[in-house]
């Protein structure tokens, strides 16, 4: 037996090989969180401003299809307009029967949407309470850049461009 002891071989990880290994782990760990997190960022405020960017172009599209004004209104609870509100507190779209841009007894509301994230923000730079089409798809009000920023700094802006005619676009 005193043979075979010698030809005995231990498997496994050293101190050292151990030690190494988790100092690679924590060097790829730290470069991999904060790219990550980026990603998340970005993806998050390019989420909202997409939602946003469908319900302009349905509001406009709904505008043309029903031959009524649909409007778009700054609205915390999905039912009224409030013009005190930021538009990061959530909006409201709504048959707009004679397209004056508010909200009146019999005004259908089409789709809404509640408050965004809190570090994200969004501007309207025509500085606009309320974006109307008319039946015919053209803007009546609230032509101008829609941005969507995020409190991690400008990098994650993303942007919705109303157009004259009332065309969207992203940006």
Same mark, same amino acid.
């Given at each position: 037996?005193?043979?075979?002891?010698?030809?005995?071989?231990?498997?496994?990880?050293?101190?050292?090989?151990?030690?190494?290994?988790?100092?690679?782990?924590?060097?790829?760990?730290?470069?991999?969180?904060?790219?990550?997190?980026?990603?998340?960022?970005?993806?998050?405020?390019?989420?909202?401003?997409?939602?946003?960017?469908?319900?302009?172009?349905?509001?406009?599209?709904?505008? #043309?299809? !029903? =031959?009524?004004?649909?409007?778009?209104?700054?609205? @915390?609870? *999905? &039912?009224?307009? /409030?013009?005190?509100?930021?538009?990061?507190?959530?909006?409201?779209?709504?048959?707009?029967?004679?397209?004056?841009?508010?909200?009146?007894?019999?005004?259908?509301?089409?789709?809404?949407?509640?408050?965004?994230?809190?570090?994200?923000?969004?501007?309207?730079?025509?500085?606009?309470?309320?974006?109307?089409?008319?039946?015919?798809?053209? #803007?009546? !009000? =609230?032509?101008?850049?829609?941005?969507?920023?995020? @409190?991690? *700094? &400008?990098?994650? /802006?993303?942007?919705?461009?109303?157009?004259?005619?009332?065309?969207?676009?992203?940006?």
């Amino acid at each position: 037996m005193s043979g075979s002891s010698k030809n005995l071989k231990y498997s496994g990880f050293t101190l050292i090989e151990l030690m190494v290994t988790i100092a690679v782990l924590a060097i790829l760990v730290t470069v991999a969180v904060p790219s990550f997190r980026n990603i998340i960022i970005s993806n998050s405020v390019s989420f909202d401003r997409d939602e946003f960017f469908s319900l302009v172009a349905f509001a406009r599209s709904d505008a #043309i299809k !029903r =031959g009524t004004a649909v409007t778009i209104c700054k609205s @915390s609870d *999905g &039912s009224t307009c /409030d013009d005190s509100l930021a538009w990061s507190d959530g909006w409201l779209a709504f048959h707009d029967a004679d397209g004056d841009g508010v909200k009146e007894t019999g005004d259908d509301p089409v789709r809404s949407r509640g408050a965004l994230d809190a570090q994200v923000a969004v501007s309207h730079g025509g500085a606009a309470d309320r974006i109307t089409y008319g039946s015919r798809g053209l #803007i009546l !009000r =609230g032509q101008g850049l829609v941005t969507f920023s995020h @409190s991690a *700094g &400008s990098q994650f /802006d993303r942007t919705v461009d109303i157009g004259v005619t009332g065309r969207a676009s992203k940006g």
